[in-house]
């Protein structure tokens, strides 16, 4: 049996991001990642939006707000030495109307106190210069934010681990955990290996690896479709860089928005609307275990109780494209149905906890022998490097 220092469970951004730091900060350690998919960023990295968030948004004190900004700057002096393409093409926040003002201020202090470098209030006509297709009465301009492929960066992490001995199995499914004497067995499609210590960084299923560690987290993941559509070229020329609305501070999503991609796409969206399976990203995939687990949790029905209004919003809005068109107008007014196309979806992993509160920040939980990252949503990619400095430090082995 093959028997390892670390295991990594997941592929994905975070879990090559700490199996990098791992390594350096053990050389001498043997440390492998297991990712069940044939390939790396499958799920949640592969299918994000690709911006470089600055950390605008977040609670002080929280995580997000420590890590966003700093990680941020870590991800781009890394795309530097390692010379993967980025751009920061800046964010535009619009306050629609008077109503939103107040809103936009306090996320302009919010973010200042975040550390964020450069953002400016600007008013109508700056606006037009920035974006000139947007209509607003006053904007947060962040030109600190930007955009990157997250599937090269994986890779690129990828690379440096493997070429200082790193071992990645891919198509490898962590199946069960067994406490042996003084290791872990990983029990696994590939066979059974043995640990010492374990890391799960396993994003839509991380609440399954921790209750394969029989640990009591009380938190369950919950997936969440966000739907986008793509712009049609001769539409793309209305968007500069990314455009977001003023979001609603109680929810953890962003509102409908514009965002450029590094390969010069425009995409627009996301929604979000609850999937009914955990890498469910067509509108009707069903997994019947993946929604028999979210139906028998207590804390899915709190979630719903609270939070149905908005639910049924964006589910409406999911099979309505004509009011998906409106909520995008209230940013460029002539975007029209038929400038959007191809549409795509990616799954998000929603933690919620015993009374249905969506938790908003990272979570991350220790044992004596492993470290769970329970919660790792936006800006999960944008702070990957700073969350793995930050798992290395809690790590003493
Ligand atoms: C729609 C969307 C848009 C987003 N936009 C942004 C953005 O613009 N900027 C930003 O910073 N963040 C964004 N995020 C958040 C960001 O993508 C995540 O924070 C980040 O990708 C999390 O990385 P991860 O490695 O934890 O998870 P994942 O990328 O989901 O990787 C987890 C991996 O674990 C593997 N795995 C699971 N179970 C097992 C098992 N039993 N055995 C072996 N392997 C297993 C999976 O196959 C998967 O590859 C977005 C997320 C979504 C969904």
Request: glycine share 8%.
């Amino acid at each position: 049996m093959n028997d390892f220092d670390i295991t990594i469970i997941g592929g994905g951004i975070v879990g090559l991001a700490t199996a990098m730091y791992a390594q350096n900060k053990y050389p001498k350690k043997s440390i492998a990642v297991f990712e069940k998919e044939s390939s790396l960023a499958k799920h949640q990295t592969g299918n994000n939006s690709g911006v470089i968030h600055a950390g605008i948004y977040y609670q002080p004190d929280s995580q997000k707000a420590k890590f966003c900004w700093p990680g941020s700057l870590l991800l781009r002096k890394f795309c530097d030495e390692h010379n993967i393409e980025y751009e920061l093409c800046g964010k535009l926040i619009v306050a629609s109307d008077e109503s939103e003002i107040n809103s936009l201020d306090n996320l302009f202090e919010r973010g200042k106190n975040n550390g964020v470098n450069g953002l400016q209030l600007v008013d109508e006509s700056k606006i037009n210069e920035i974006e000139p297709y947007v209509r607003g009465v006053k904007g947060l301009w962040s030109p600190n934010t930007g955009i990157v492929d997250y599937i090269k960066l994986t890779e690129a992490y990828a690379k440096i681990f493997q070429s200082k001995d790193g071992q990645i199995y891919k198509n490898t499914k962590l199946l069960n955990i067994l406490s042996g004497t003084t290791n872990l067995i990983l029990e696994t499609n590939k066979g059974d290996f043995s640990a010492k210590y374990l890391i799960n960084c396993a994003g839509l299923h991380a609440d399954r690896i921790a209750q394969m560690m029989k640990l009591d987290t009380d938190v369950r993941i919950v997936p969440f479709r966000g739907e986008y559509f793509t712009l049609t070229d001769d539409a793309k020329k209305m968007v500069n860089g990314l455009i977001y609305p003023v979001p609603d501070p109680d929810l953890p999503f962003l509102g409908v928005h514009f965002t450029k991609r590094i390969n010069n796409e425009v995409e627009a969206g996301p929604n979000a609307v609850m999937a009914y399976s955990r890498e469910g990203y067509k509108k009707f995939d069903i997994n019947p275990s993946d929604l028999f687990e979210s139906f028998t949790y207590l804390g899915f029905w709190k979630m719903v109780k609270n939070n149905w209004k908005t639910g049924l919003s964006e589910q409406y809005r999911s099979l309505n494209k004509f009011k998906f068109v409106q909520s995008l107008q209230k940013l460029i007014p002539e975007i029209k149905s038929k400038h959007l196309t191809n549409p795509g979806a990616g799954v998000r992993a929603q933690a919620i906890d015993k009374n249905g509160k969506l938790l908003q920040d990272f979570s991350i939980i220790h044992s004596s022998n492993s470290l769970h990252i329970l919660s790792a949503p936006s800006p999960g990619a944008t702070s990957s490097l700073k969350i793995a400095e930050h798992l290395m430090s809690e790590l003493n082995i």
